[in-house]
Nanobody, 117 residues
Framework: VQLQASGGGLVEAGGSLRLSCAVSGGRFSAATMGWYRRAPRNEGDFVAS???????RYASSVKGRFTISGDNSKNTVYLQMDNLKPEDTDVYYC????????????WGQGTQVTVSS
């Protein structure tokens, strides 16, 4: 299983970025995809997730600014990030997990998001 994340970059505060994460190498159903972000000082902060049924969840720090969406036909999840703030600067990691048998939890490589003030 491979998760390919893209879309990170450098943006000024108030700007927008769109992250994408495409999953390949398997068949996925009843799974949840989403994003964490991690700085060296942290163990990892949940950002957002979406189930295959379309139920989304957000960290309070990003609610109203970030929007997660998914395309089940492409096994791809997107994170639209608007009104970015310098504190959003971090490495963003996508994941796919399944909590029911067969369970799994896979991670992609990180993509850097830098927001300048």
């Amino acid at each position: 299983v491979q998760l390919q994340a893209s879309g990170g970059g450098l943006v000024e505060a108030g700007g927008s970025l769109r992250l994408s994460c495409a999953v390949s190498g398997g068949r996925f159903s009843a799974a949840t995809m989403g994003w964490y972000r991690r700085a060296p000082r942290n163990e990892g902060d949940f950002v957002a997730s979406i189930t295959s049924g379309g139920t989304s969840r957000y960290a309070s720090s990003v609610k109203g600014r970030f929007t997660i969406s998914g395309d089940n036909s492409k096994n791809t999840v997107y994170l639209q990030m608007d009104n970015l703030k310098p504190e959003d600067t971090d490495v963003y990691y996508c994941f796919i997990k399944r909590a029911v048998t067969p369970t799994y939890n896979f991670w992609g490589q990180g993509t850097q998001v830098t927001v300048s003030s």
